[in-house]
């Protein structure tokens, strides 16, 4: 698969979403963007709040024909009518969702900063690999997906992949030649403005 010439947005959403605001949000940036996809990955595990906000953003995104993935809740996407899964735990679930979801449905794995996960997860079939966080941060270990792994893995791999996590313009730039997807979260949703921090990140793609 060719790198595309510039790098798609795969938008993530906050870990809360308050769905009397969100998704008039989500629609604002959908309409001024090329978005590729919408990951639904909230911290909550109360079933009926993820199902609420699933139906809710599923709206917002079929109406644009942009796909809408959760987070990790693999049994969840048939019965919320969504287009796949995220999966956290690199290539260990990535044969149970392919088996569960049929050949159809998107399956990505993010896979830290480890590029025998990213193989690993995509040899069983994974859609796509994600790495991240691309920069040193505090939290966890502070280990991170150094831009030499996106470029090996742009050269080498066929398997699409995205980067994610503590990303700013100046990573953006850096990895915009290696990348396939730029998965945005936390980056925008801290904005004031999300839609105008958005343009900001996608203008130093270069």
């Known amino acids: 698969m060719d790198t595309p010439e510039q790098p798609q947005i795969y938008l993530i959403t906050p870990p809360e979403v308050e769905l009397s605001t969100f998704p008039a949000t989500l629609a604002g940036i959908l309409d001024a963007h090329d978005i590729a996809c919408v990951r639904l990955a909230l911290a909550t595990r109360d079933e009926d709040r993820i199902a609420r906000a699933a139906d ?26 969504l287009d796949g899964v995220h999966l956290s735990d690199a290539a260990r679930s990535v044969r149970h969702a392919r088996k569960e979801l049929g050949p159809d449905a998107i399956v990505g ?11 690993s997860a995509g040899e069983a079939g994974a859609d796509y690999v994600s790495f991240g966080p691309v920069r040193p941060g505090t939290l966890d270990d502070g280990s991170f997906a150094e831009t030499e792994l996106f470029g090996w893995w742009s050269e080498v791999i066929e398997v699409p992949v995205v980067a994610e996590g503590l990303l700013d313009e100046a990573m953006i730039t850096r990895l915009a030649p290696h990348t396939d997807f730029f998965g945005l979260g936390d980056e925008l949703w801290k904005s004031e403005e999300p839609a105008a921090e958005l343009k900001k990140l996608i203008t130093a793609m270069g």
């Open 56 to 81: 809710a953003l599923r709206e917002v995104t079929h109406a644009r024909d942009v796909a809408l993935v959760i987070a990790d809740h693999t049994l969840m996407v048939e019965r919320l009518g």
């Open 109 to 119: 794995a993010f896979c830290g900063p480890s590029r025998h996960d990213g193989m």
